[in-house]
């Protein structure tokens, strides 16, 4: 079993800046993890906001592309998502995820708001 902790949602001004973090259970630097964030905002279906990996690199969803940074610290076995030149779009519940051998683990997510 993996474990995943979100931390560093919040309230932030349209425009503002804020910093995801995931610390996971395990390793995350091994060749097979992938991990990523997600995304739910009110009403709507889950999201792919953008993936990390040994094997494929960085990935995101066109909607973030520019705005924010997918990284991984291998030491500290954690994830970070940097947000910059949030909309208020952007509010959604933010979940990490990881992936290895066909399984998937998600987070317990943390709220990101941005205000107009």
């Known amino acids: 079993q993996v474990q995943l902790v979100e931390s560093g949602g919040g309230l932030v001004q349209a425009g503002g800046s804020l910093r995801l973090s995931c610390a996971a259970s395990?390793?995350?630097?091994?060749?097979?993890?992938?991990m990523g964030w997600y995304r739910q905002a009110p009403g709507k279906q889950r999201e792919l906001v953008a993936t990390?990996?040994?094997?494929?690199?960085?990935n995101y969803a066109d909607s973030v592309k520019g705005r924010f940074t997918i990284s991984r610290d291998g030491a500290k076995n954690t994830m970070y998502l940097q947000m910059n030149m949030l909309k208020p779009e952007d509010t959604a519940v933010y979940y990490c995820?990881?992936?290895?051998?066909?399984?998937?683990?998600w987070g317990q997510g943390t709220q990101v708001t941005v205000s107009s």
């Open positions: 995820s990881l992936s290895l051998s066909a399984k998937n683990y």
């Open positions: 395990r390793s995350i630097s091994s060749f097979s993890v992938i």
């Open positions: 990390i990996s040994s094997i494929a690199g960085t």
